[in-house]
Every structure is written in C-alpha cells, then in structure tokens.
C-alpha cells in the first residue's frame, strides 16, 4: 500500500475520507483534461450514493445545511479530482461556479458556497483559493439545494499524464 | 467540391444536415479560441433561424421535447466548431454546461441535457465524451426551453490555425 | 507617475475611471490565470462599494436600468484583469457568461448583457469581442439584477507574468 500524500493525510486530519467516486448517470465523463486545465462536471452533495438533503435553499433548506451540501460537493469533486490526476497532482482549484437552488428572493449563494471554499482552502491552503461565481438556480438535478462545477490546474509531470 | 469528412459522414448517415451558422444577434461572436481551447457561445434550439419550440420544462414542455430541443443545441454547438476550425478539427468535446429553462420543482435537467450528451456520442464517438453540468434556469433568451454552451478541443495543426 | 495606456485613455474619453477593485467578502480570489487564461471571479454591479441597484429584471428593474447593471458588472471585471496582469496585458475578452434575475417569463437577458458587451467593445475594440452565454438566474448575491464572470486571454510577456 502507498503511502497517503499530504492532502490525503490533511483530509483524515479534518475527519473526511474521500468515497468512491459517483458514476455519472448519464452519457457524460467525470472530468476533461487538455493540458494542464482539468475541467470536471457539475457535482451534488453525494454521500454513499445519495444526496445528503434535498430542497430549495431559503426554504426548505438553511443557510447551514446548504453550507454543509456545498462541503460535499466540494468533496467530490476532489474525489474527480484524485481519480483523474490524483490529487498531489492538483496545483491549485482554479475556479468554483456554484449553483444554489433558491427560493425566490434569497440572495445568500455567495454564504452558501463559502462552505465549498472553506473547506477547499481547508484542505489545500493556498492552492485551494480559487475565483468562483454564486448563482440561484431554478431547480437542480433531483431536488439537490447545490450543484458545484470546477477547473483544477493540475501538474502535468515530465511526461505529462498517462 | 471537397470531399465530406467522416464527421460529416456521419451526421449524413444520422440525418442530420448541419445548417449555415446562426448570427449572433448581439455584439458578441459564436467562438473565441485559446490554443487547444474553443469556447463556444451559448446555443438554443434553432432550426432554419427560429427555435424549434419556446416554454417553460416541466409546464409547457414535456422531457421527450427538451430533450429534442437539446440535441437541437448540441447540432448548433458542432455548427460554430465547423466555422471556427473545421469539424475535423475537433479533437474533443471537453465541458458542456446545460441550462434547462425550469417549472417550479422540476429536477430532471439531466436527462433533458441528455438529448445534447447522447447526439455528440453518436456523432463524435469517444471524441464527443465530455464534462458536464446541467442546471435549472429562470427564464432563457426568447423564452427557449435550453441553452447549451461548450468548450471544445481543438487541433491546431503544424502551423496553427489560420 | 507612469503614462497610462491606450485603454486607460480610451476609458478616460468615455468618461469611466477605473476604482479600486472590491475585495471578494468570502474565501475567494478576485481571479486566477493558468497560462494564457485569467478566470475571473463572478462580479455585481458594484461602485463604491454597493451595488448600483437591486431587484429582479422585468419586475423592479427595466431593461434599460438591467444593461447599466450589466455595463458596471464589466467596469468591474476591467478593474480585476487590471489588477491581475495590467490592462495593456489584456490580448482579448474569450468569454462572458451573464446571469440576469429574471422575472418569470423574462427572455430578454441579451439585450441585458448587450450592456456589458456594447462597453467591452467601445473600450477594446476587436479585443473586446467576446463569446458569450446569457441566462436567467433565479436569485443572485445581494439582490444583484445581473452578475457576470468572465475568461480572459492574456499575454504572459517574454518572461511571464511576475
């Protein structure tokens, strides 16, 4: 058995074990990389293959339990992340577009999301900054309050990536 | 005449005749491309300079018509990477991002998203693999069901693209 | 005191001053550059310090009032590729994606991000053209009516960008 990176070692640290990644359900890759940009698709707050909470943010949903969702996605999509490069190939998580399904009027998705970046910057220090933009959404895929989507620039390696 | 690439080749075989591109109605333009990367405006469903259909997912348009209107999407997608490059060019699609103009509590904007995914397999094969998020939009350009919008990856040849 | 460039005089004679760019209130950076590519961080209409306005598009806030929205949402991503690389270091403007707050039954969010385009044209030129998606969002950050974030090409000069 190898011995666990650093980030590895952080996350059991902070009490987090990354899963097994979700299969996509549908006609779709996990992530996409050309070059040193790793694109990888939208994720949801999957915990052992099903969301953790369901609903609207704002109503349904806190502002707390939102928070915690978007943990969870950031937590899979680093799961993407190591299945793709792994992870002491992530240089830095370059930009976060959060989706937060919202009651209307709630104007909260940058709280919300924060607790993706957080945790993100938690983890990695400072290759865990990233841009990012927050969003109400009308509706997310299963009811889910958060939908996370991502760039990592990751290390290609002397000879790249095989 | 130059003689059709195996793209295109196929697009016949399915067919699926690619139209002349849309002009973008605003002061933008259809792609701007980086390098290996092509980033592709946000497409609807247009056919012969109108959108196939107009309304809201879940209300006025049911999932079998979103998913029409999606791989109505995914043929404007490929139409803007044959102006920009050539479509023998396109090494791979890399990211979609699918928006779903959404009823209230619909949750189903995967498998609507799936209608572009499924037509850009069967098109490119592996090639048309991608990233993907697809989220539940308030309202879309024209009152479209979906808007798509892509990067894709691109051959830039010995020389570069001219 | 060094000579400003062409876009800083170009800025002049339309009558805008660059401010100090706002600092992200959350655990995020104002944007990150891989390469040839500055991600940037999605921006509000923001001028000293608060947003211009407030509201959702088609309800509280007319068409008209949505493109100034829009137009300061891209004063403002000039100021963070300003403070990124420099705005001589700009080569283009890749890709905008525009968030409006839209009203049920709203379907004019280009026209409404027509008003950040038109801008980045006026001061650009050809560098300004840009591709671009336009979608409705349900809810944004503080109320916001419009909400952009942007993809940058810049020149990383002989020795990089230090």
């Known amino acids: ?86 992870l002491e190939r992530v240089v830095r998580v370059v930009k976060l577009t959060g989706f937060v399904n919202s009651a209307p009027g709630f104007g909260d998705q940058p709280k919300v999301i924060n607790g993706a970046s957080d945790f993100l910057v938690q983890v990695l220090g400072d290759r865990g900054k990233h841009a990012r933009a927050a969003v109400g959404a009308h509706g997310l895929p299963m009811g889910i309050p958060v939908e996370i989507e991502a760039v990592f620039e990751v290390d290609e390696g002397p000879g790249g990536i095989h």
């Not at 890759?29 to 694109?39: A, D, E, M, N, Y």
């Open 1 to 86: 058995m190898s011995k666990p990176g650093p980030v590895e070692a952080r996350l059991r640290e902070l009490g987090i074990e990354l899963p097994a990644s979700q299969r996509p359900l549908a006609n779709y890759v996990p992530s996409v990389r050309v070059g040193k940009l790793l694109f990888v698709s939208g994720v949801g707050p999957m915990r052992d293959g099903k969301p953790i909470m369901t609903g609207v943010v704002g109503k349904d949903v806190s502002i707390e339990q939102a928070q915690e969702c978007a943990k969870w996605c950031a937590v899979n999509l680093l799961c993407l992340a190591r299945d793709a490069v792994g």
